[in-house]
Nanobody, 124 residues
Framework: QVQLVESGGGLVQAGGSLRLSCAAS????????MGWFRQAPGNEREFVATITSSGGSTYYADSVKGRFTVSRDNAKNMVYLQMNSLKPEDTAVYYCAAGLSSGSLRSVAGVIYWGKGTLVTVSS
């Protein structure tokens, strides 16, 4: 079992930055590929970014490519999402997720562990 706890959400103006953190705990948590998803009010949960277990490879949704950066520190059991040039349409609850492969983590169906989420609100 792996537990995931997100932090770092908040209110920011458009064009600003936030860094989300995800603390992972539990057996072999550092061996899982990790990802971030988000869900805006009235919308389905969508993929944002994923990173391999080693941190050597990342993949992003087109909507955030060039603005968001996912990283991890396995020594600290942490995963991060640096979000720059934020837009009002980035407003959502952001979820940390773990899966069996970085490829499968590009879909909600590929997630085996979820965090409870952290709210990001971007004002215009």
């Amino acid at each position: 079992q792996v537990q995931l706890v997100e932090s770092g959400g908040g209110l920011v103006q458009a064009g600003g930055s936030l860094r989300l953190s995800c603390a992972a705990s539990g057996r072999t948590s550092t061996t899982y590929p990790m990802g971030w998803f988000r869900q805006a009010p009235g919308n389905e949960r969508e993929f944002v970014a994923t990173i391999t277990s080693s941190g050597g490879s990342t993949y992003y949704a087109d909507s955030v490519k060039g603005r968001f950066t996912v990283s991890r520190d396995n020594a600290k059991n942490m995963v991060y999402l640096q979000m720059n040039s934020l837009k009002p349409e980035d407003t959502a609850v952001y979820y940390c997720a773990a899966g069996l492969s970085s490829g499968s983590l590009r879909s909600v169906a590929g997630v085996i562990y979820w965090g409870k989420g952290t709210l990001v609100t971007v004002s215009s």
